[in-house]
């Protein structure tokens, strides 16, 4: 299974961007999908999550300006991050509870990071 995230990059404090993370592979079902940062010089730590139902969790920094949402027909998840702030400055990652066709439980998978840089 691989998780490829996009969309990162340079933006003005107050900008938006949108992130997307697609998943591929010998996937038989996905559960829970989940963005995660990392600052310089801090730990990696979630930001939100959304269910394959839809129910979502956020982080309270991050609530009311970041959109989590997914489409599970295509296995992708989306963050849309509005109002960006310069703490918002990361290290982008993506998860996913997979269930592997053949497989027996859920495991859970990483992307590989996307950077998102706010500064003007």
């Known amino acids: 299974v691989q998780l490829q995230a996009s969309g990162g990059g340079l933006v003005q404090p107050g900008g938006s961007l949108r992130l997307s993370c697609a998943a591929s592979?010998?996937?038989?079902?996905?559960?829970?999908m989940g963005w995660y940062r990392q600052a310089p010089g801090k730990q990696r730590s979630s930001v939100t999550t959304?269910?394959?139902?839809?129910?979502?969790t956020y982080d309270g920094s991050v609530k009311g300006r970041f959109t989590i949402s997914r489409d599970n027909a295509k296995n992708t998840v989306y963050l849309q991050m509005n109002s960006l702030e310069p703490e918002d400055t990361a290290v982008y990652y993506c998860?996913?509870?997979?269930?592997?066709?053949?497989?027996?439980?859920?495991?859970?998978?990483w992307g590989q990071g996307t950077l998102v840089t706010v500064s003007s």
């Open positions: 998860n996913a509870d997979v269930w592997l066709r053949g497989g027996r439980w859920y495991e859970l998978y």
């Open positions: 959304i269910t394959k139902d839809g129910s979502t």
């Open positions: 592979g010998n996937i038989f079902s996905i559960n829970t």
